[in-house]
């Protein structure tokens, strides 16, 4: 049975997402405070993530939402520099 971190892909390119590390989560949250990261749809930023799934060589961000991944190109995280 393939556990659901093997299935998941970028909605846009359909590439594998890789789940972040804690040490990723602290530097996305890092670059939520500083100003280095964007919203794809330009809406407001989260305050904070808990988990998330990385994308594009770690410049995407998909954030958990209430525990489950959100694979949505609207909601996605876009990075300044990749985690």
């Known amino acids: ?3 659901i971190d093997d299935v998941l892909a970028d909605p ?3 590439e594998p997402v890789t789940r972040a590390t804690d040490a990723q989560l602290e ?3 890092a670059a939520l405070r500083d ?3 964007k919203r794809r749809d330009g809406g407001a930023l989260p ?3 808990e988990g998330a ?3 594009n060589e770690g410049r995407w961000v998909y954030p958990d939402a209430q525990g489950f991944p959100s694979l ?3 909601d996605r995280l876009e990075l300044d520099e990749p985690v």
């Open 12 to 14: 846009e390119t359909h």
């Open 53 to 55: 799934y990385l994308a």
């Open 27 to 29: 530097a996305i949250a």
């Open 1 to 3: 049975m393939a556990l």
């Open 47 to 49: 305050d904070r993530i």
């Open 72 to 74: 949505l190109v609207e």
């Open 35 to 37: 100003g280095r990261a």
